[in-house]
Antibody, heavy 121, light 107 residues
Framework: EVQLVESGGGLVQPGGSLRLSCAAS????????MGWVRQAPGKGLEWVST????????FYADSVKGRFTISRDNSKDTVSLQISSLRAEDTAIYFC??????????????WGQGILVTVSS | EVVLTQFPGTMSLSPGERASLSCRAS???????LAWYQQKLGQAPRLLIS???TRATDIPDRFSGSGSGTDFTLTISRLEPEDFAVYYC?????????FGQGTRLEI
């Protein structure tokens, strides 16, 4: 059974930083791209970032480019999202999700339960 | 980027009825690379359909997807009480991948 468990969320001040992590199990981690999708309170889904299975290619939404960095450790089956220069509009639940493919962005066939990031002074 | 517009925003139906949810793209979705997700309150999204019409594992056959080009439809043939949720479409044919704003299906 695929399991994705996020950690690292919390309350952070505007301009601050946070590192989100996602521990994966139940599948061959290196064989799949991994992504992050966020959902602001009461709003819809917004794709944030994806990293290919090898970690060699990363993709970002324009809204986070230059502020967020996705990475993965295939020896530990984890994917991380370093989020910096945080703004109030970054407040959201951040979902870790398994992509269907290895080498490009596609759709997400498994999702974690999400972790809340609140940006407020 | 490909903008996806879902309509209606909210749909009110009863168990046993048929639901048709629409997703319209601002430009052609390449290769019909369109997915549908269901999200219940307080839960993560769940994949229902990929490639416009392929049901995901363990998805009941009352859920079906259709469409191509710019117009796509998710149909739920006979609504069950557990189907009342928010539904999102997502395209992955062009970069960046994008989601629609969602359709709320309520009783």
């Amino acid at each position: 059974e695929v399991q994705l468990v996020e950690s690292g969320g919390g309350l952070v001040q505007p301009g601050g930083s946070l590192r989100l992590s996602c521990a994966a199990s139940g599948f061959t981690f290196v064989s799949y791209a991994m992504g992050w999708v966020r959902q602001a309170p009461g709003k819809g889904l917004e794709w944030v970032s994806t990293i290919t299975g090898s970690g060699g290619n990363t993709f970002y939404a324009d809204s986070v480019k230059g502020r967020f960095t996705i990475s993965r450790d295939n020896s530990k089956d984890t994917v991380s999202l370093q989020i910096s220069s945080l703004r109030a509009e970054d407040t959201a639940i951040y979902f870790c999700a398994k992509d269907f493919l290895r080498g490009r962005c596609s759709f997400f066939d498994n999702w974690g339960q999400g972790i809340l990031v609140t940006v407020s002074s | 980027e490909v903008v996806l517009t879902q309509f209606p925003g909210t749909m009110s139906l009863s168990p046993g009825e048929r639901a048709s949810l629409s997703c319209r793209a601002s430009q052609t979705v390449m290769f019909s690379y369109l997915a549908w997700y269901q999200q219940k309150l307080g839960q993560a999204p769940r994949l229902l359909i990929s490639g416009a019409s392929t049901r995901a594992t363990d998805i009941p056959d009352r859920f079906s997807g259709s469409g191509s080009g710019t117009d796509f439809t998710l149909t739920i043939s006979r609504l069950e009480p557990e189907d009342f949720a928010v539904y999102y479409c997502q395209q992955y044919g062009s970069s960046p991948i994008t989601f629609g704003q969602g359709t709320r299906l309520e009783i």
